[in-house]
């Protein structure tokens, strides 16, 4: 039940953090003008729109006092004029006429209530309040003995009109502040997005330029922490690189010059072995330098995946593999296009060289390019998908350079893509083989 409120609760709030900081800041605001607005209508409003009628209904019983006191000339004379003057009353005697005779004297509406009471309290005479009187005046007709005495009263009167104000100010300051405050706060939100978006593109192996940080005293402090990070990284993946690069540089001479002494020493089974030994040797080091090549310099730039696709699938048509191709129209994505080629190779030779027929498939998925490679070959078993990633790890141990080369293949082209921010992953195709799924963040 708590759970399934504040699920609720959670859906309706706002889930960005301007929209969140608004919130906190303009519903105490609106919450207090509420409380604020109920509190005087009740009191003062009310009090006030009471204490109103009772003026207006000590006038009217007033005027109908002087006439008791004097006779009928005298109305005209100064009564009346005297009472539109003194108290904006401006008031007639209609001799003869009757007021229809009614249980329920003047209670038309609600709005007269305190009226009613006060005229009922003070005249003592049977009354009606028109509301119906032309302009915003309300006519009270009061029941005397020769006639009508009819009142009209201005609706100023009668009720308090600051109160309309009051309100207007309330919301119209609400509306400014809530103004100011989103643009206070979009400013300190603006370094948060920054911070996200740099971290999302670097996540993405995109360049990202270093950022000064700038904003609230925290949000420089992650900023600050992550260029920290971006550069360590960074430094850290290009130590590598070279290392790699060095140790694999630097192999190839001692294992050319065993190569030649070898080809001067003959023939013979185990010399034979040798060769291979430092064939296979010779193909695991292009591989590693081949890898390292591939993380150095290479900047990410717009590129045409499709375009990628269709020159690697091409490539290995021409080495008699039969491939299908599906794939959507122009899928672009801004990657390194040299090692990402190296990326599709792999996977697509792994494919080839495995099955027979291979099946590739490529399109969007939401905010990423999603491909799939699926071979008819032996496939891999689920416990060795994850194995078969690491460097050098090859399932069919014949060491046959038919059917693999140096078990570096899988490794580069994860490398690849994650680098990318994406991943590979492997699973099992429609006919038994391998597919390979790979997804890569545009
Ligand atoms: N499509 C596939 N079907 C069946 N097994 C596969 C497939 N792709 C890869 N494998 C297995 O995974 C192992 C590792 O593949 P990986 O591409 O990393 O190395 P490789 O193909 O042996 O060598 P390299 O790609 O470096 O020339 C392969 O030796 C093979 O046993
Ligand atoms: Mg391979």
Known sequence: MVNLLTGMIKRVLPRSLLGRSLLIVVMPLVLLQVVVTIIFYDRHWDTITRRLAGAVAGDVAMIVETMAQTNADQ??????PAARQAMNLEAVFIPGLRLENRPDWGRDTEDYDDLADALEERVGHPFVIDETAPGRDVQVR??????VLAVLVPRKRLFSTTTYIVVMWMVGTALLLIVIATLFMRNQVKPIRRLAAAADSFGKGREVPTFKPEGAAEVRQAAAAFNLMRERLQRYISQRTEMLAGVSHDLRTPLTRMRLQLAMMGHSPEIEELERDLGEMQRMIDGYLAFARGEGGEKPVPSDVTGLLEEVVALARKGGAAIDLHHEESLSALVRPEAF????????????RHGAHVAVRAGRRGDAIELVVDDDGPGIPPEQREEVFKPFVRLDDSRNPETGGGGLGLTIARDVIRSHGGDVVLGESPTGGLRVRLWLPV
């Open 142 to 147: 009061v029941q005397l003995a020769a006639g």
């Open 341 to 352: 080629r190296r990326c599709l190779t792999n996977l697509i030779d792994n494919a080839v």
């Open 75 to 80: 109305r005209a004379d100064w009564i009346f």
